[in-house]
């Protein structure tokens, strides 16, 4: 789910997870990065060193972020959008429900 805080937040043209700790999407790269780290993908981050592996990995995990936020045209991405101006912080569950609302 820290995938669609970050495809709602940043350019994803950059190398988005070189981010201010104070930006938006801080807490949505931090918790990305420990994904990593818990899966194996990378051992260690540290500012000054950003693995190659990591990168590859981040980019496709955005990727999918966004084909599954805009698979209905944008729509889930504006529900989630909306819902981010208001709550700073969405969990799981609530960013599922936003791209999968009940009929």
């Known amino acids: 789910m820290a995938a669609a805080g970050i495809v709602v937040e940043c350019d994803l043209r ?3 997870w070189d981010i201010a700790p ?3 999407a801080a807490t949505d790269v931090l918790r990305l990065v420990q994904i990593a780290e818990d899966l194996g993908i990378i ?4 500012d000054d060193e950003q ?3 990591f990168g590859a990995w981040a980019r496709g995990k955005t990727r999918a972020a966004r084909d599954l ?5 944008g ?3 504006r529900r989630v959008t909306a819902s981010l101006l208001t709550a700073r912080c969405l969990s799981g569950p609530a960013i599922y429900a936003l791209v999968n609302p009940a009929p």
């Open 22 to 24: 104070s930006a938006p």
């Open 69 to 73: 936020l805009y698979s209905d045209h």
């Open 51 to 53: 693995p190659p592996a």
């Open 43 to 46: 051992t260690s981050w540290r």
């Open 14 to 16: 950059t190398r988005f």
């Open 75 to 77: 729509a889930a991405r």
